[in-house]
Structures are given as structure tokens and as C-alpha cells.
């Protein structure tokens, strides 16, 4: 008798096989969502944005920097460019960082602060601290195109 002789040896096997290729199956599944489908898609990048929106319209000292922007089309564009730099389903193809951030006088202490406003409005949604770190972590090299033409 070989070593599957048995209709039940076979479905043992096969078994032990499916289990095995589910499990590998999971592990693969956590190995590839996107950095987007870890913040919650964009539904929660959506809310983010909008929370984000409130922090700053709190800070009196940031708020001004937004005095002329046409808020609806700021947040648009902004959960747009987290969609697309966290490799979800958008593509950015607002103007680029210099240009939109030009002639604003932002000092290094105000983009902290939005940065930590951004971060906050991630925990406030349940982000898990991984996927906030990965996502400010991509926005950071933004820095210098951002502070290029203040
Ligand atoms: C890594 C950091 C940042 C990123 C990724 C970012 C991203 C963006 C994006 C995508 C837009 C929309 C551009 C458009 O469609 O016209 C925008 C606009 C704007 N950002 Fe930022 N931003 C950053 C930091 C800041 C900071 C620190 C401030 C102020 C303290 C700021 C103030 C503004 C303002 C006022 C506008 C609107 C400009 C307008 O009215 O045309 N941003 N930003």
C-alpha cells in the first residue's frame, strides 16, 4: 500500500494540505495590503481629512495660511494625494508641492503642526500606529518641495 493508499489517508491530506495553503493564504493577505487598505480605505481617509480640516480651524495661527483656498477643492485634492502616496486606487494630478505651497511664509513649527494635527486625526479614527507612522513617514520627503518656494 503506498503512502496515500486509503480514501482516508487521501482525505487526511488533503486536509492538512488546504489548512496549510489557507494559512499561507493569511499570512500572505496581511504581507500585501496596501498601506491604503491599512488606514481604512477612503472612507476613513475621507474622514480623516475632514478632521483634520477642524484642528485647523481651531489654530488660529494656521487657519490663515487657508484664508483664500476654496476648502471643498483643498480637501479633495489633499485626500486625493493620501490616496494615491499610500498606493490606493487614485492618482494626484494637482500642481506640484512648490507651486501649491508657494509665497506662503509657512514656518517649520506651523508644518509640524499640521503634521501632528494629520497624525491625530488618524488616531481619532483607529489608524493603527504601523500604518500612521508608514503613511507620515511617505508625506515627509514632501517636506522640502512643500518649503521650496515659501
Ligand atoms: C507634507 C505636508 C503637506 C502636504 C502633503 C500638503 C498637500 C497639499 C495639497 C495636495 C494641496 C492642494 C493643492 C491643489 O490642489 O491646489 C495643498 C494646498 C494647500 N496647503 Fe498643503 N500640504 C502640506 C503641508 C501644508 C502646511 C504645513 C500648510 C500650512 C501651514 C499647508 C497649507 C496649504 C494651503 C493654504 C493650501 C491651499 C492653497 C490654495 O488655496 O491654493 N500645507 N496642500
Not at 496549510?20 to 475621507?46: K, V
Not at 494615491?84 to 505651497?101: K, L, N, V
Request: net charge negative; hydrophobic share 40%.
Amino acid at each position: 500500500m503506498g503512502l496515500l493508499g486509503t480514501a482516508a489517508q487521501r482525505i487526511v491530506f488533503i486536509f492538512l494540505m488546504s489548512s496549510m495553503l489557507s494559512l499561507l493564504g493569511c499570512a500572505q493577505h496581511n504581507n500585501t495590503a496596501t498601506l491604503y487598505e491599512r488606514i481604512g480605505g477612503q472612507s476613513a481617509i475621507n474622514t480623516i481629512v475632514e478632521n483634520l480640516l477642524y484642528r485647523i480651524a481651531e489654530d488660529e495661527d494656521v487657519v490663515g495660511y487657508f484664508a483664500n483656498t476654496n476648502i471643498d477643492l483643498f480637501a479633495e485634492s489633499f485626500a486625493t494625494q493620501l490616496c494615491d502616496i499610500s498606493d490606493g486606487p487614485c492618482r494626484y494630478d494637482g500642481p506640484p508641492m512648490d507651486r501649491a505651497h508657494q509665497t506662503m511664509g509657512i514656518t517649520d513649527a506651523h508644518f509640524n503642526r499640521v503634521v501632528e494635527y494629520l497624525d491625530d486625526a488618524m488616531r481619532r479614527e483607529g489608524v493603527p500606529l504601523s500604518a500612521r507612522n508608514d503613511l507620515l513617514g511617505r508625506l515627509a520627503p514632501l517636506y522640502e518641495d512643500v518649503m521650496r518656494l515659501r
